[in-house]
């Protein structure tokens, strides 16, 4: 109302600086060298097993590491683009500012694909199994549960649709992202239409396929376990880490100067209610989860949380809620909060550390599993494998997927402008005012 | 004002004035009750008479004058009370969640939403109530040493949850419509002259209009749909773990929270539509709940619609996935078994018919809206039939298997209870403004700066197409 | 005490901008509907309603906390389809809903009463029609105040009318 409605719209480049690319050059290889460091170091002896069981261990836990890294990254990069979709066809102004930063992000999925792709076809198709239970040898056959889901669960199967998903998600996103580029040049309403119309169809699309996606990497890691709600609950995990990760890297620009005049403290609050508020719908999602299953108490059901909840992983199950809900709710409560870097750079931390313990959470149990001959006494043909907690590889990973998530993002952030000059809903978000 | 690109269609049409604004949401108000308003008023208090009787009755008679049976002991009533909770969802919906995300189009719609909201909830009551059986117990699930012993209610059981869920979001969605509600009987309240002065002056509480005070009340909105948002969140959840904290097959699945929540938002919003199409037009509101404001409500009723499906999919497939045999003859049995029609009215209705707002047709045409509006509500009582009767009527022995057939009373008290709604909802038109006039005041563009900034962005984006 | 009247939240915005920057006493601006950062310009200070609103959330949680376990654990244990007397998991929707509950009702009920407001209050409304379409700047008169120059910038600001008016609020 003060009429502030006159707005500097110029060209602003994103100078993706040395440092920061040695930055990700050092995450990468340094996260490599632990992993390998990880890798060679990690002989378990764990009570009880033989030594062919301890020796399988390993290469389960290297190809697990790599896959729950790869699918945290992917799922962010995918809800990335997601949220663009998603803004788009809501005819969201607010967003336009930091668009940029979600499209760069986005064009991290094909890589990510390829990764989870890659280990998931090792590990079904080279070390026959790996780390999923279904995937060994006779497994299939022997356990008369599982032998009900060889419709589903079967290798050509699995490896097809998984590959034809992620390929049709990476399409869209690299659509959307030309778009948005194309806009750059020559502006009007063409591309804005484009876009709109592709973003209907992605999400219709994307509605359907990341259900199965979801179930085929982490849920069928637990075989004989079944959630309808999982997938909703594995989008939550990916769309506030996407958030986060969006509210983050505004930060970053911003403390170093770009976006100024652009993108101001009500696009951090903005964010910062979309963090908070999602992290209140993951809890949500967790709790609709965990209580229907703790409350009817079968027995096929709470075998998931048993070794989650009361084994070896206790430390990694609450400090999951501290993580994901506490710490947001209680400090983005605040107005202020939202718009202080420090605090909001603490929280995300905090919300990013606290979402990749959660997909830790969700595939190392079962991939560490040992499978075994279904006799009377073990009808499910596992064997349980306690807690190697959070080691060298897990951690290296991590360092590599992120390095190359960095990389990758502020590389495709410093080829266009750094936000969509021409869209007609700029003004809109440069004059936006959250209004509290 | 925070600006708005000029892409956008405009949210109130026919350049209206902040008078005009005033004098065309009162008209109804301030002026004798029309023609059409007596003949609905009439028609719904016939109808609500006969809701009156079949309750009655079954209140005399007791719940022997159901159709229910041993094996089929929950049918009718708790399918209505989950529908009629399930209607009550858009309201809050709308004016919370929308407000979250800033939906300026939600303006002149929450009102009569939030209205819907509180009487669909009154109609739930109302068969928690007569299910109960015995009214007049009816304070036992409350937290009370039962009897005034000291035995406690089982905070354990679901249904005990529902008493708090139910009775918190009634009481706070009353709080955050008469919140709305408050500036704009004052505006009542400065037009009106004798007996309704001072009806009016007394619910506006002093109302002033003084910055202070709406700088507070903007405060207070903004917290209250903030703790709304999860509060209907939370309500249709604890109502789907009624049943899905038991073993029930076909219950005991924990998607239902969520599924639930879109299924109540997609009913909500077609019984929104339904309302408003009829009542833009009655109440001559066209210039406020424009073509846009349907065609937004016809792209969330389809999303949502969608959403369902996805969730009825998602348990059909995961009970085949898990290789639970009970899991897989409840679907069956749901799809094929003596109930199938009701299934696939479900899938038709639910899935399928809103389909077709993906044409722009569709969303245009306001009969076909109408038209839609219906099915969408039969459908999703189709959906809370399915859930119940399908998953009881079958039973764990096969000797105890059986089928429900509802009587007389129970559909009586079903179109009753439509009667309720109504009546109440007529009313409310009669003797309260149905949009929310201060709200819609401030997405008017304001006259004097309004055409010269049109221009200059016009200009922006013209300069930007030629640039190519 | 002298009355700007107008008919245009845009011109009021400015008006009340000139004349806080010129130094008068604006008391109030009374308008139709909430003028978007009008609050920031007369120097409203930040309402603590939320800061009260947490702590009403605070006590519906210990309270709903606090039946439970009473009631459940410590007062009679049940064994029902043997559940844990103390059984946590379950306590989360009620606790939820009260937390909810009271702080809706105490953060409203405190709104009342920094407003004064209450069923039944007869108010000294500035302008009846400020609840349709017109919107009122008050300011405070006091001995030093120029009066002449604070109509003339009520009227060069595009006021619809000025007056007086003697009872204070």
């Known amino acids: 109302m003060a009429h502030a409605t006159t707005v500097q719209i110029r060209e602003e480049k994103f100078i993706f600086s040395d440092k920061a690319k040695r930055l990700a050059f050092i995450l990468m290889g340094a996260g490599l060298l632990l992993a390998l460091i990880g890798y060679f170091t990690y002989h378990p002896q764990v009570e009880g097993f033989t030594d062919e069981q301890n020796h399988h261990l390993p290469i389960k836990r290297l190809l697990a590491s790599i896959l729950f890294n790869g699918y945290f990254f992917f799922i962010i990069a995918t809800c990335a683009a997601v949220f663009l979709a998603i803004s788009q066809v809501a005819n969201a102004g607010w967003y336009v500012a930091i668009r940029r930063i979600p499209e760069a992000m986005s064009s991290f999925m094909p890589i990510g694909a390829i990764v989870v792709f890659g280990v998931v076809f090792l590990s079904l198709v080279v070390f026959h199994g790996g780390i999923y239970h279904w995937g060994h040898d006779g497994v299939m056959e022997a356990d008369p549960l599982l032998a009900k889901k060889t419709w589903y669960l079967n290798k050509p199967f699995f490896l097809i649709r998984l590959a034809v998903f992620t390929a049709f998600w990476t399409w869209c996103a690299t659509m959307i992202r030309k778009y948005s580029q194309n806009e750059d040049q020559i502006g009007g309403l063409t591309n804005f239409d484009k876009t709109f119309k592709l973003s209907a169809a992605f999400l219709v699309v994307f509605g359907f396929t990341f259900s199965m996606f979801a179930w085929d990497i982490t849920m069928s890691v637990d075989a004989h376990w079944y959630s309808t709600i999982f997938t909703i609950y594995n989008f939550a995990t990916g769309w506030v880490s996407a958030l986060t990760v969006i509210y983050l890297i505004t930060w970053y620009l911003r403390s170093n100067g770009y976006l100024d005049g652009i993108a101001s403290d009500e696009h951090m609050h903005d964010l910062g209610k979309f963090m908070f508020a999602f992290s209140v719908f993951w809890t949500y999602m967790w709790t609709a989860q965990f209580l229907l299953i703790w409350y009817a108490n079968i027995p096929e059901e709470v075998a998931y949380y048993k070794p989650r909840m009361f084994g070896s992983y206790k430390f990694f199950f609450y400090i999951n809620i501290v993580l994901n809900f506490v710490v947001p709710f209680f400090i983005f409560m605040r107005r202020g909060a939202k718009r202080s870097r420090q605090v909001g750079v603490f929280v995300g931390t905090c919300i990013l550390i606290g979402h990749w313990n959660d997909v830790f959470l969700m595939v190392m149990p079962g991939a560490m599993n040992l499978a075994a001959a279904v006799t009377g006494d073990n009808p499910t043909g596992i064997i349980e494998t306690p807690s190697q907690g959070i080691g060298l590889m897990e951690i290296g990973f991590l360092g590599v997927f992120a390095g190359l998530f960095l990389y990758i993002t502020l590389n495709a952030l410093s080829k266009a402008n750094l936000y969509p000059t021409k869209h007609p809903f700029l003004k809109e978000s440069i004059l936006h005012d959250t209004g509290v | ?468 | ?169």
Not at chain 2, 53 to 77: H, Q
Not at chain 2, 437 to 449: F, G, Q
């Open chain 3, 1 to 169: 005490m002298m009355l700007g009247v107008y008919d245009n939240p845009d011109t009021v915005f400015s008006v009340t901008e000139n004349l806080v920057k010129a130094g008068y006493d604006v008391h109030d601006v009374y308008t139709p509907f909430a003028v978007h950062n009008l609050d920031k310009v007369i120097g409203v200070k930040r309402t603590r309603l939320s800061i009260a609103a947490f702590c009403f959330a605070m006590t519906g949680l210990v309270s709903a906390i606090a039946l439970q376990t009473y009631a459940s654990y410590f007062d009679w244990q049940m064994n029902i389809g043997g559940k844990p007397s103390l059984h946590i998991p379950t306590y989360i929707p009620i606790t939820f809903e009260l937390s909810i509950l009271f702080t809706a009702f105490g953060m409203v009920g405190c709104f009342f009463i920094v407003n004064r407001m209450f069923w039944g209050r007869n108010t000294d409304i500035i302008d009846l029609r400020v609840t349709d379409d017109r919107f009122v700047i008050a300011v405070n008169i006091h001995s030093k105040t120029d009066v002449k120059a604070l109509e003339q910038t009520f009227v060069s600001g595009g006021a619809i009318e000025v007056r007086e008016r003697a009872k204070d609020l």
């Open chain 2, 1 to 468: 004002m925070s600006y708005e690109s000029p892409i956008r269609e405009p949210l109130v049409t026919g350049g209206k004035t902040y008078a005009d604004v005033t004098r065309d949401i009162l008209r109804p108000l301030e002026n004798n009750a029309s023609k059409s308003w007596w003949i609905g008023f009439s028609v719904s208090a016939v109808v609500l008479a006969i809701w009156i009787a079949a309750t009655t009755w079954t209140m005399l008679e007791g719940i022997g004058a159901w159709g229910l049976n041993k094996t089929v002991g929950w049918a009718f009533d708790i399918t209505n009370f989950v529908f009629w909770v399930g209607i009550g969802h858009a309201g809050t919906l709308i004016s919370a969640v929308l407000l979250l995300f800033r939906q300026k189009w939600r303006m002149s719609i929450n009102r009569s939403a939030e209205a819907m909201t509180i009487f669909a909830v009154i109609c739930a009551a109302s068969f928690i109530l007569s299910h109960m059986g015995r009214p007049w117990v009816a304070y036992w699930p409350i937290p009370l040493p039962n009897a005034f012993g000291t035995l406690w209610v089982n905070f354990n059981s679901p249904l005990v949850w529902d008493v708090f869920a139910i009775s918190t979001y009634f009481s706070v969605s009353l709080v955050f419509w008469y919140i709305g509600l408050i500036p704009d009987i004052a505006t009542v309240r400065d037009r009106a002259e004798g007996l309704r002065k001072f009806i009016y002056n007394f619910f506006s509480m002093g109302w002033n209009g003084s910055t202070r005070t709406w700088h507070r009340y903007e405060m207070i909105s903004l917290i209250l749909a903030g703790i709304s948002t999860p509060l209907v969140l939370s309500v249709h959840s604890i109502v789907s773990m009624d049943f899905a904290t038991s073993l029930v097959p076909g219950w005991h699945t924990t998607i239902f929270p969520p599924y639930f929540v879109a299924g109540a938002i997609f009913s909500g919003f077609g019984m929104v539509l339904t309302l408003l199409v009829i009542g833009r037009v009655v109440l001559k509101q066209e210039n406020y709940i424009t073509m846009g404001h349907l065609d937004a409500m016809c792209r969330i009723v389809m999303l949502t619609g969608t959403m369902v499906g996805l969730a009825y999919i998602t348990e059909f497939f995961v009970a085949a996935y898990s290789g639970v045999e009970y899991e897989q003859y409840a679907f069956i049995n749901r799809a094929s078994g003596p109930y199938w029609w009701s299934y696939w009215i479900m899938m038709t209705c639910n899935l399928i018919a809103p389909q077709v707002f993906w044409t722009k047709w569709a969303r245009s045409t306001p009969w076909f809206i109408f038209l839609m509006s219906i099915i969408v509500n039969i459908g999703m009582w189709f959906e809370r039939f399915v859930i119940i009767v399908t998953s009881l009527h079958r039973d764990f022995i096969p000797s105890s298997w059986t089928m429900y057939t509802p009587t007389i009373t129970e559909f009586a008290i079903l179109i009753g209870s439509f009667g309720l709604f109504f009546t109440l909802y007529f009313l409310f038109c009669k003797y309260l403004p149905t949009i929310n006039m201060a709200e819609v005041k401030s997405i008017i563009p304001t006259h004097a700066h309004d055409e010269h900034h049109q221009e200059a962005d016009h200009s922006t984006i013209e300069k930007g197409a030629a640039h190519g």
